[in-house]
């Protein structure tokens, strides 16, 4: 069975940077598709990143693209997510997700197995 415990998440202030950082217990890590989703409160999931099995493939949201870059390591069952320069309406709880596929997608249907989340929060 996969479970994805997320770690990281935290009250910081704007400009600050936070690495979420995300273990897979199961079997399937290295190959499987990962990646990030988040919400906040009172608004729709919303796609951050995602990364291909071994790491060639990457998707990023428009919005976050370039400040919060995805990587892997499947020799530890973990994918990061380094977050900087945080914004105020970065505030959110992010979510780990993994699919079953080798390639990532920005849809969350693509993603069978969540975590439950680590909240991140930024003050202005």
């Known amino acids: 069975q996969v479970q994805l415990v997320e770690s990281g998440g935290g009250l910081v202030q704007a400009g600050d940077s936070l690495r979420l950082n995300c273990v897979d217990s199961?079997?399937?890590?290295?190959?499987?598709?990962m990646g990030w989703f988040r919400q906040a409160p009172g608004k729709e999931r919303e796609f951050v990143a995602a990364?291909?099995?071994?790491?060639?493939?990457?998707y990023y949201a428009d919005s976050m693209k370039g400040r919060f870059p995805i990587s892997r390591d499947n020799a530890k069952n973990t994918v990061y997510l380094q977050m900087n320069s945080l914004k105020p309406e970065d505030t959110a709880v992010y979510y780990c997700?993994?699919?079953?596929?080798?390639?990532?997608?920005?849809?969350?249907?693509?993603?069978?197995?969540w975590g439950q989340g680590t909240q991140v929060t930024v003050s202005s």
């Open positions: 199961g079997r399937t890590f290295s190959s499987a598709a």
């Open positions: 990364i291909s099995w071994r790491g060639g493939t990457y």
């Open positions: 997700v993994q699919s079953r596929a080798q390639l990532p997608s920005r849809s969350p249907t693509h993603y069978g197995t």
